[in-house]
C-alpha cells in the first residue's frame, strides 16, 4: 500500500515509522529540512521524504499522490489538513485522513459533507484521548479500559498488587476453557507477555483480562481491588483542549476543578463549562499549597494534562504523596512511557498511539470495526469481522496456525460476547478481539478476509 505522510511532527514521525514496520510504501512531505532529516536519521525505516509544504500541487504530484491509495495530514495546522487532503482527493488519492482539532467537525451530521469535498475521515486526538481519559476515571482501579461491539466484550489492564488472589497460579488452572475471562496480554517490566496455559501472573504485573460486563465486579474481587473508592472529586491540572472534552464527557455524579496557569484560559474555560460542578481556579497545579487548598486530600482522581510531559509525571507523582490513588498523565513524549508506567504513575495517555489506533484500519482489507494501542504494553487489540469463506471460520481454533505473537481473547456473535477456547468454530459475521505485539497486523488481515483462490494452504502451513 502506497501511503503519504502529510506533516513531520510528532505525530506524523510516530505514524510513519509504525507504519513503515508494517512493510508499506511510505512517503512523508514536509517543508521543514530539519523535521524530514530528524527523521531519516532516526533509524532504519524503509521511507522517503519530500520537502514541499504539504498544500504544493506540485509537492503532491512529485510524491506521486496519483497512485496513493492513504493519504494522510497530520500537520499541526486544521486548515492545511483539510486543503492538502482536498487537493490529494482531486489529485488521485483513493483514500484521505485527516487531523482536526474542532469537535463540531466531528458530529456525524458533517461527515457526509467531509467525504463530498474528498476527506474520508477525521481524527480529532484530543476528543479521543479525553474519551480514555473519561473511562479510566470511572474505575478507579482499572488501568486501561476498552469495549468492543458496543459493551458486548471489556477489556481492562490492571496493574497486580499483593492483595491479587491470582498471584503465582498457572493460567490453565486460573482460565479454564469455561472461564468467564481470559488473561491476553502481560506487561511484565520492560516485557510484554502473550501468555500461554503455563505462564503465572507476578506482583507488579498489568495484565489484561477479556471479559463481560457482568464479570467486571468478579474480576474485581480477583484482583484485590474492592477498596477502591470510587472516583467523585477529580482535579485536572491544565485547562487546554483535552481537559475541555473530559469535562463535558464526565458523568453527572462527578465534581472537577481545573487548575490553569494562564487567566485569559481560565475566562475561556468558564465559558465553555458554565456549570456548578465544574470550578475553574487560576494558579499552578505544581504549588502543593494550592493542591491542598483545593481539597487535594479529599479527591480520588487527579489527572495531569498540561503539554509538557516532565511536569505531568512530576505532577502526578506529587498527587500520589498526598494519597491520590488514581493518576492520570498526558505524556506526549513516547520517551517518557516507560518511566512513567515504573514510577508507577497510573493511567498514561498518549495521543500519538490514540490516532494511530484509528489510523490503521483504513490500512485494512478485513473489516475491522475498532484498533486499540495498549500505551504501556508492545502490544495491540483489535476487532475483526469475520467474512464469509475467511480461513478463521474454516476449522475450529486449535486446528489453524495463528502466529506465535497472537491470542484470540473472545468473540461477539448476535451481539452476545462469550471468551474463546480451542474447540471454537468462528462463524462469519462474527466479531473477534485479538491481542498482538506490533507489526503484525496486516498479516492478521489475511485470516478475517476471504482469500482469493488458493491461499488457504498458503495460511494454514505457513
Known amino acids: 500500500m502506497k501511503i503519504i505522510i502529510a ?20 512517503t512523508v512531505i514536509d517543508e521543514s529540512p530539519k523535521k524530514t532529516d530528524a527523521l531519516s536519521q532516526a533509524g532504519n525505516y524503509d521511507l522517503i521524504t519530500f520537502n514541499y509544504p504539504p498544500t504544493s500541487i506540485m509537492g503532491l504530484k512529485e510524491a506521486g499522490v496519483a497512485q496513493t491509495d492513504l493519504f494522510i495530514a497530520v500537520t499541526p495546522d486544521e486548515t492545511e489538513n483539510i486543503t492538502c487532503c482536498m487537493l490529494a482527493h482531486n489529485l488521485g488519492a483513493k483514500k484521505t485522513v485527516a487531523r482536526v482539532d474542532n469537535s463540531e467537525y466531528m458530529q456525524r451530521q458533517h461527515q457526509d459533507f467531509f467525504k463530498q469535498i474528498g476527506i474520508n475521515s477525521l481524527i480529532y486526538p484530543e476528543q479521543l484521548a479525553a474519551m480514555e481519559i473519561t473511562e479510566g476515571l470511572k474505575r478507579s482501579w482499572v488501568r486501561q479500559y476498552w469495549e468492543v461491539h458496543n459493551g458486548a466484550l471489556v477489556m481492562l489492564g490492571i496493574k497486580l498488587r499483593n492483595t491479587a488472589k491470582i498471584l503465582n497460579t498457572p493460567l490453565y488452572e486460573l482460565c479454564p476453557p469455561d472461564s468467564p475471562y481470559h488473561v491476553v496480554t502481560i506487561k511484565r517490566g520492560n516485557e510484554t507477555l502473550i501468555p500461554n496455559g503455563n505462564t503465572k501472573l507476578e506482583l507488579g504485573d498489568i495484565a489484561y483480562f477479556m471479559t463481560t460486563k457482568k464479570y467486571i465486579p468478579y474480576i474485581r474481587e480477583l484482583v484485590g481491588k474492592e477498596d477502591y473508592a470510587d472516583v467523585k472529586n477529580v482535579l485536572i491540572m491544565g485547562g487546554g483542549r483535552t481537559c475541555v472534552h473530559v ?3 464526565k458523568p453527572d455524579y462527578m465534581t472537577m476543578k481545573v487548575i490553569e496557569q494562564s487567566i485569559d484560559r481560565c475566562n475561556r474555560l468558564n465559558d465553555l463549562v458554565d456549570t456548578e460542578d465544574i470550578r475553574v481556579i487560576q494558579g499552578d497545579g505544581r504549588d502543593t499549597s494550592l493542591l491542598i487548598e483545593e481539597g487535594i486530600y479529599d479527591t480520588q482522581a487527579f489527572c495531569a494534562l498540561t503539554s509538557e510531559t516532565e511536569t505531568n509525571i512530576l505532577a502526578c507523582l506529587a498527587a500520589k504523596r498526598m494519597g491520590v490513588r488514581k493518576t492520570v498523565a498526558l505524556c506526549e513524549n513516547m520517551d517518557y512511557v516507560d518511566m512513567a508506567e515504573k514510577l508507577d504513575i497510573g493511567t498514561i495517555i498518549n495521543k500519538k498511539t490514540i490516532a494511530a489506533s484509528h489510523i490503521y484500519q483504513m490500512m485494512l482489507d478485513a473489516d475491522v470495526n475498532n484498533v486499540k494501542c495498549l500505551n504501556i504494553a508492545n502490544a495491540d487489540v483489535a476487532e475483526f469481522v469475520a467474512a464469509e469463506g475467511s480461513p478463521i471460520t474454516e476449522h475450529p481454533i486449535r486446528n489453524i496456525k495463528l502466529p506465535e505473537s497472537v491470542v484470540l481473547g473472545g468473540l461477539v456473535r448476535g451481539n452476545v460476547g462469550m471468551p474463546i477456547s480451542g474447540n471454537t468454530q468462528v462463524q462469519a459475521g462474527d466479531s473477534v478481539v485479538v491481542f498482538y505485539r506490533s507489526n503484525v497486523l496486516k498479516k492478521l488481515d489475511h485470516y478475517f478476509s476471504k482469500p482469493p483462490k488458493g491461499i488457504f494452504s498458503k495460511i494454514f502451513n505457513s
Request: aromatic share 0%; hydrophobic share 45%; charged share 10%.
Open 7 to 26: 506533516g513531520a511532527g510528532a505525530v506524523g514521525t510516530h505514524l510513519a515509522k509504525l507504519l513503515s514496520n508494517e512493510n508499506q510504501n511510505i
Open 247 to 249: 469535562v463535558q464527557m
